[in-house]
Structure formats: structure tokens, C-alpha cells
């Protein structure tokens, strides 16, 4: 018995070093690269780059930046941002405090956003916005409005890693009155969720005026 209980610990001893995610997850993750159309020459800080449709691994605990060119399309770039899990507390829980802080330093709780990185690109002249799709191929949001949330995090994140600058930091394609535009249109956005439960809501009532 007291060899059983020997091994057994022996077993979890290594996970509670390395932490729970960094042996689940890794400290990589892949990403799936698309542009519509296809054929876009995607490359991210770091000098990491491919050709849409592509598949690549990126670390889990950097953000990047994804520049898509096309011929005869509009240039865009976009920001990736590194999240954390929410698995961290029971990481902590499940590895150990020094799991917990292995997990935390190398990013293997963190999950890459957007993922997969799909971005429909628009015409040279065109007035229309790129827009980044979902799995499903449903639209997320403009590229715009996305760089615009997560913006600040990842030049800074960026910045400490020596890939840019505040000299070389990209100028935003939007104005400040675009900028009041875009806080309004998350606000509504927010806004409408509640709403479309109460409607729904109101449609499963029964009408008080007719009898059952």
C-alpha cells in the first residue's frame, strides 16, 4: 500500500511543478489563418508568416499583430490578443501554487482571440469596412472595431517585447468622431441583448385579453 501511495505521488508531483495547463495545454496553441478571398499573404510580428488559408502555432502568452495583403485589395492588419483562462484559479487548485504560477508565467491558461483569424477583405476604392468572421462564417465585428478594443493591450504588450515602437506605432484608421461611433455601436450592441430576452419573452406570454 505505502508503494501504491508512493508512485501516486511521484505522478501528480510533476504536474504540480509544471502546472496543470502547461500539461494539457502546452504553452502553444494553433491558430487557424483565413482571408476571403483566399490567397492573402499573411504575416505577424516576430517574422512569423503564410498564405491564407494556413494553419499555424503561436505562443499562448503573446499578442501579435497579423497584416493581410492582397493585390487588388484593401492592406489591413489585426491584433491578436492573448487571454486568460479562466481555468487559472483551479489550476491553482488542481496543481498547486507553483503550477498555478508556472501556468500564469508561460501562458499555457491563455487562449488566442480572435481564433480562427478570418478576415474578409474589401476592394482598392471600396467604401465598405473588412470584417472578421467566426467559425461558422458569421460576422464578428468590423477589423475596426476589434483593433480598436484591444488596442492598447496588445501595442503595449508588443512594445515590451521590442516588436514596435512608439515612433513605429501603426496610426489608426479612425478619427476621434469614428472613434465616438464605434463606443456607441459596442453600447448598442450590449444594449440589444437584454432586449431581444425580454422580446422573446413577451412572445411566450399568453395574451391577457384572450381567453384560455
Do not use: W
Request: proline share 5%.
Amino acid at each position: 500500500m505505502k508503494t501504491i501511495k508512493t508512485m501516486a505521488a511521484l505522478i501528480v508531483l510533476p504536474m504540480g511543478l509544471g502546472g496543470c495547463a502547461t500539461v494539457i495545454n502546452g504553452t502553444s496553441q494553433d491558430i487557424q489563418v483565413a482571408s476571403e478571398p483566399s490567397g492573402a499573404s499573411v504575416e505577424f510580428t516576430g517574422g512569423i508568416g503564410c498564405t491564407a488559408p494556413c494553419e499555424l502555432s503561436l505562443k499562448r502568452k503573446d499578442d501579435y499583430r497579423a497584416a493581410f495583403v492582397l493585390d487588388g485589395y484593401k492592406s489591413e492588419y489585426v491584433y491578436v490578443q492573448s487571454r486568460t483562462g479562466g481555468a487559472v484559479a483551479g489550476n491553482i487548485l488542481a496543481g498547486g501554487l507553483i503550477g498555478g504560477v508556472v501556468d500564469a508565467s508561460n501562458g499555457a491558461s491563455n487562449s488566442l482571440y480572435p481564433r480562427p483569424l478570418h478576415v474578409r477583405l474589401v476592394p482598392d476604392g471600396s467604401t465598405e469596412e473588412a470584417v472578421l468572421l467566426g467559425k461558422e462564417g458569421e460576422i464578428l465585428s468590423t477589423v475596426a472595431e476589434h483593433n480598436y478594443k484591444v488596442r492598447d493591450d496588445v501595442e503595449q504588450s508588443l512594445m515590451k517585447r521590442g516588436l514596435m515602437t512608439s515612433t513605429d506605432r501603426p496610426v489608426m484608421i479612425v478619427t476621434e468622431e469614428e472613434a465616438a461611433a464605434l463606443r456607441e455601436a459596442a453600447a448598442s450592441k450590449e444594449n440589444e441583448q437584454p432586449s431581444e430576452s425580454v422580446a422573446e419573452d413577451s412572445e411566450n406570454e399568453p395574451d391577457a385579453s384572450q381567453p384560455e
